[in-house]
């Protein structure tokens, strides 16, 4: 049968083979070999990122094999031993400190998978047309890199940072805004059984893919599903249906069963890049402890009321 939107998620993987997934990839990350170094710090700092007056935080260097990434390291101002917030990027692969929460108590690890950002800056090198290749990739590859790539990399830095002796590991937190919130969402199912407690994903992205592309068509305009599985549409069409699948194992929406811990979702009202209908459709999927705030008048950015909503929603799960 040939793949249409309609027909798409027929495709997915069952809730049964996601969790088979989820044991894999976890799995994997726990064999893989890691070092990690904290860098020295930069003096003078190139950004101001409002904790310097704190030792210890810094920038982390990430190997596994042959693969670099980076992170940014922000211990508790308590010293510890102190819960761990993980924060992932969006698809611009900025980075970001979170001094506020630093300051309400956490533990905070920012991590930038794919080594796309180093405290250098961007590796222009890996994004040879112009957008970062994470999300084309996973289709083009039918899953096998791309957001694999991406989430093994997150497992792998928590795992390091729930090893340190200033780390509750049994409390963690996941966040993160656009690709950021998705892949929050998917590390909390990959992690649901390794200590956490609450997730907290803003303007949510990788999520409802088939949605996202039928509101995408209808507003005469493109959505990241079409971005996503531009290779394969352009170069072998015929494996739709295989695309579609592998873009099924990194939908939020097939992960809903597992999201057992507290959740909090935040929708922007002008939002065409994460329209609500696809934040909606998984909120309604969520199992458990559940929060949804809509923000009228927004449009797809970062918002400094999620940032909020999700201290206090960590304050009190975490």
């Not at 510890?80 to 980075?95: I, K, N, Q, S």
């Not at 991406?150 to 940072?161: E, G």
Request: some cysteine.
């Amino acid at each position: 049968m040939t793949a249409t939107i309609e027909n798409a998620m027929q495709y997915y993987p069952t809730a049964s083979e996601i969790d088979e997934w989820c044991v894999n990839l976890l799995n994997e990350s726990d064999r893989a070999p890691l070092s990690a170094e904290l860098l020295p710090a930069p003096d003078p700092w190139p950004l101001s990122l409002g904790v310097r007056h704190h030792e210890g935080h810094g920038y982390v260097k990430f190997t596994t094999g042959d693969e670099t990434f980076y992170g940014f390291w922000q211990p508790a101002l308590s010293g510890g031993p102190a819960p761990l917030l993980v924060h992932l990027p969006g698809y611009g692969a900025e980075m970001s400190a979170h001094p506020e929460l630093v300051a309400a108590g956490f533990n905070v690890l920012h991590v930038n998978p794919l080594g796309y950002n180093t405290p250098a800056g961007f590796d222009e090198s890996k994004r040879p047309r112009g957008e970062w290749p994470v999300l084309p990739d996973t289709a083009a590859t039918f899953g096998k890199h791309g957001y694999r790539d991406f989430l093994r990399h997150a497992l792998l830095a928590t795992r390091w940072a729930q090893g340190l002796a200033c780390v509750q590991p049994d409390r963690l937190g996941v966040f993160g805004s656009s690709q950021g919130g998705g892949t929050a969402l998917l590390t909390a199912s990959l992690l649901k059984d390794r200590g956490v407690k609450a997730v907290a994903a803003d303007v949510t992205a990788l999520t409802n893919y088939p949605l996202v592309m039928r509101i995408g068509e209808a507003a005469g305009s493109g959505s990241y599903t079409h971005f996503a599985l531009s290779p394969v549409t352009g170069e072998c069409p015929e494996r739709l249906p295989d695309a579609w699948r592998a873009l099924g194992y990194f939908d939020t929406l097939s992960h809903a069963h597992r999201l057992a811990m507290p959740t909090l979702l935040t929708g922007a009202g002008l939002d065409t890049n994460t329209p609500i209908p696809s934040i909606r459709s998984l909120f309604d999927k969520l199992p458990a402890t559940r929060s949804y705030t809509e923000i009228a008048g927004q449009q797809h950015r970062y918002s400094p009321l999620f940032l909020q909503l999700a201290k206090a929603w960590f304050i009190a799960h975490v």
